[in-house]
């Protein structure tokens, strides 16, 4: 897509214009007007960077400057001293407060997600609007907005940072001894402009393609887990994905939190895997319960466990493998009662 950016209004012509404010530009602005050229309304739209008001008045939507958050007359400033607006899914209230990037994306980013994944359900689309949010979005409001990623004695962390694009537009800005012209700046913003384009929708179909899916294959395993032991402490896979963070929700969702201790899924190179469940996601080597026989291999797990076909058992204990399902199977519901 050519993106078109300038300093005055254009002379004739129907397209809709995006106003915002000229000289330094940050994440915040060049992602909001990136998510506009989402919209369809705004998918052809010129950018136009003033500071003036009688400039910025003809502007269809005007973003990070203005000193005004009108939502219905498509103002999105969040400069002005008693603004405090955060985030609301319906996952979660935010503390962040929003900037320009965030007020957009209160406005438009359903449209967007829908426009892009039509075949999303109305669950989905929550979904995935309050994980843009909360592991892309929320990074930018916080940094242009001065707020810490961790504050406090405890360093109690206040959002997500997954990305490095404040900086990446920062370095964009021409230097003290480049051409700093109007022309300069305007040109550079495009640049600005199409690379936090590309990261938003990045991470837009990651959540829509992988971990959408991902999750779906979780809560379909986690429905057969009695099928699996009578205990309902081990989750079977017929596909590796990217499982453990999903579980950790799912479990909370049926009322069983903590109870999966070990999940198998076959292994890309040989046989199945058995993993023992971290204690939180993200943890590896701290689990709800260890697989024994730590650091043996081949014949000397399979006469140690009693179980044919041992591949192997990490020695921290929190994976090994079997050649085949029915070894893994009977690996874990040994490990169960150990």
Request: include cysteine; charged fraction near 25%.
């Amino acid at each position: 897509m050519s993106i078109t950016v300038t300093s005055v209004i254009p002379e004739g012509g129907s397209a809709k214009l995006i106003g915002t404010h000229d000289g330094s530009f940050h994440c915040d602005e060049s992602l909001a007007c990136a998510m506009l050229f989402m919209t369809s309304t705004f998918k052809d739209a010129i950018i136009v960077r003033s500071r003036k008001p009688d400039i910025l008045k003809e502007c269809n939507v005007v973003v990070d400057v203005g000193a005004t958050y009108d939502p219905a007359k498509l103002l999105f400033d969040h400069h002005q001293p008693e603004f405090s607006d955060t985030m609301r899914t319906a996952h979660a209230t935010y503390k962040t407060r929003l900037s320009s990037a965030g007020l957009v994306y209160r406005h438009f980013g359903k449209e967007i997600i829908k426009n892009k994944y039509p075949a999303l359900s109305v669950s989905d689309l929550e979904e995935v609007y309050d994980l843009v949010y909360k592991k892309f979005i929320e990074h930018v409001d916080g940094n242009d907005n001065g707020i810490d990623q961790v504050s406090g004695e405890k360093l109690q962390r206040n959002y997500q940072v997954t990305t490095a694009l404040p900086a990446r537009v920062a370095d964009l800005s021409p230097r003290w001894n480049e051409d700093n012209t109007p022309d300069s700046f305007n040109k550079r913003f495009i640049k600005a402009v199409e690379i936090t384009g590309e990261a938003f929708l990045e991470k837009m179909d990651f959540f829509a393609s992988a971990w959408l899916p991902a999750r779906n294959l979780v809560k379909e395993s986690a429905s057969h887990l009695k099928e699996v032991h009578p205990s309902g402490k081990i989750i079977v896979f017929q596909q590796f994905c990217p499982w453990q963070e999903h579980l950790f929700s799912v479990e909370h969702e049926m009322g069983i939190p903590g109870q999966v201790i070990y999940a198998l899924f076959p292994d890309s190179n040989r046989g199945w895997r058995i993993r023992a469940v971290g204690v939180e996601n993200g943890s590896t080597f701290d689990n709800r319960k260890a697989i024994p026989w730590k650091g043996l291999r081949d014949d000397e797990l399979s006469k140690a466990s009693g179980v044919p076909g041992g591949i192997f058992v990490h020695a921290a204990g929190f994976i090994g493998g079997n050649e085949t399902y029915e070894g893994a199977l009977k690996m874990a519901t040994l490990a169960l009662d150990m």
